[in-house]
């Protein structure tokens, strides 16, 4: 990420720190480097990511270590260490790399970045909705909404699930010749991901599949019933996808995805649900979570289809400094207009250079304004200032606690 780039990525961050400190949500930093087999008991050993897409490597000491290629696993595995799950509640987030060996694409690549939302200790339909809230408010406030929509489904209890299971497998068995590669390897280990193929020549095969739903319990349906109330109050339009399955194994009841039509094939922009087993999967007492991720890497590409963003300039003034004493009084004077306008984004020249060639680096900086400064300014006590993006505007010459008032009415 170049830095004519990372304004933008600034700029979302932010706002994402923004949402989230607006929900009560406390950020934990995670370690990239986690135990092999903590990735193992939590995705699945039979898991794209597991079989193909880790970055897995044997240390000095013969241990077996892995790039995170996901965030949830890493911070449950924190949380149990450090013993905050018992009689509490938690709403965390988390933000930075994953890794993940696949063939690299637009909005698709070995390090990317990615927000992770993790609650603990709560059951109820509630904080489903409320991540789904947290990610609506986000789209909203990224200028996005209008680009994204939200797909819901159940995959009920584990209990639940292994008896559709049987029946998904059943089906599939009666037509082995309408499968692919990837799916005939899927049906011994992971059938329910034949609903997931991309492959358009099974699209007809996927949709006479018998349907999740019907295999759904009283207290399942009731729990997704009152996410869908909540949403309907709420205003957040939806669509029920019973073929949304999620990658992982340890999701259960609720899962949810923010798809889009304008990145192409990579059309998933966020991710979530509720995954109440892995925490017992992980050695813990039976407990709840449910949670969501984003990439970013999507959700910028899907913020530069927009023509309204304003991001904040790189430099608001640039300082010219021509001469010995100039060179030391603008030193100082820079460090006083900093001390009283906290928030004023100041670039100084370095590396000297005559007016001509500084007033260029001033104009490629970006920058509002210019300070001047050359040793008869400081013979007069004065210095000038010039706009760089207003032609009309004259080159003014004042005392410095004016510049900084001239400064402080502009910007």
Known sequence: MLPEQTPLWQYAEQIIRDVLGAYGYSEIRLPIVEKTELFKRSIGEVTDIVEK???????????????????????LRACLEHGLLHNQVHRLWYYGPMYRHERPQKGRYRQFFQLGVETYGMSGPDIDAELILIIDRLWKKLGIRDKVRLQLNSLGTITERMVYRESLVAYFQEHLDQLDEDSLRRLETNPLRILDTKNPAMKQVVANAPDLMDYLGDETRQHFKAITTILDDLGIGYEINSRLVRGLDYYSKTVFEWVTDELGSQGTVCAGGRYDGLIEQLGGKPNHAAGFAMGMERLLALMETLDNIQLARPVDVYMIRVGEKAEQEGL?????IRNEFPGLKLQVNCGGGSFKSQFKKADKSGAEFAIILGDDEVDRGQVSIKSLRNNEQEQQDMSQQQAIKFLQDYL
């Open 53 to 75: 897409e880790m970055y897995t490597f044997d240390d000095r000491n013969g241990d077996s270590l892995t790039l995170r290629p996901e965030g949830t696993a890493g911070c």
């Open 332 to 336: 100082r004077f820079s460090e006083t």
